[in-house]
């Protein structure tokens, strides 16, 4: 397979430029060279949640079905997606997708599979920046300046070119709005497998439900 990530710096004058230039936080409680800008701005509407939840509808509705069927478990969706509210979504998408990064393998290895000791934190007022507190052994609260820089120079070659990688792969996992992407995602996951699936059920419709129709994406109710 070949590798979906570019290390364009080889000796490691270059590779200790970009680690000590890359950019950290700081605050009260410490300090730290590495960090990622993590914030997002995300669409929890409801045409957003829909449009993600594609695979995930088939899922709960089969493969056989009517168009009469669809619109009314859309409909069902819609209002519990008003129901909820969308800070509800926010906390779930926000919840997973840090558990994501923190408590799984998919941000602790190489692309290879190169298992790396990694340890993750989020950092900030709003837990806006991501911080690696620990790569390959190195505890780098504190380290800034000359301080990280000498670490680097002293650290062994395997062990700087993971270092490295890391942080290359991790700038582009990162970047592009992907954050945003990965919340929304996350939110739509849990509206529609987790909540979603356990309550729908096609065989009891709700009597209360509106009369509703679609056109042209958007949805207007009027009462029975």
Request: glycine share 8%; proline share 4%; with cysteine.
């Amino acid at each position: 397979m070949k590798c979906p990530y570019k290390y364009p710096h080889r000796s490691r004058k270059d590779i200790v430029e970009y680690l000590t230039e890359f950019g950290g936080h700081s605050e009260r409680h410490g300090s730290y060279p590495i960090a990622f800008n993590v914030k997002v701005d995300v669409d929890l509407s409801f045409a957003t949640i829909w449009e993600l939840g594609g695979e995930w509808i088939k899922d709960i509705l089969g493969d056989n079905i009517n168009a009469d069927d669809l619109h009314t478990f859309k409909l069902y969706c819609y209002l519990q997606h008003e129901t909820l509210g969308t800070d509800l979504l926010w906390e779930w998408g926000v919840e997973d997708a840090r558990r994501g990064i923190t408590e799984s393998d998919g941000y602790s290895m190489l692309w290879n599979g190169t298992v790396l000791d990694v340890v993750w934190e989020f950092h900030g007022r709003s837990g806006g920046w991501l911080v690696p507190t620990v790569i390959e052994g190195s505890n780098l609260e504190g380290l800034v300046g000359d301080c990280f820089e000498e670490l680097l120079m002293e650290m062994g070659w395997k062990e700087l070119c993971h270092f490295y990688k890391f942080i290359v792969q991790c700038e582009q996992d990162f970047g592009d709005n992907k954050p945003d992407r990965e919340v929304e995602y996350q939110a739509a996951f849990n509206f529609f497998c987790n909540h979603i699936e356990h309550d729908w059920d096609s065989t009891q419709p709700d009597p209360e439900l509106p009369v509703a129709n679609w056109e042209r994406g958007v949805l207007s109710i009027a009462k029975k």
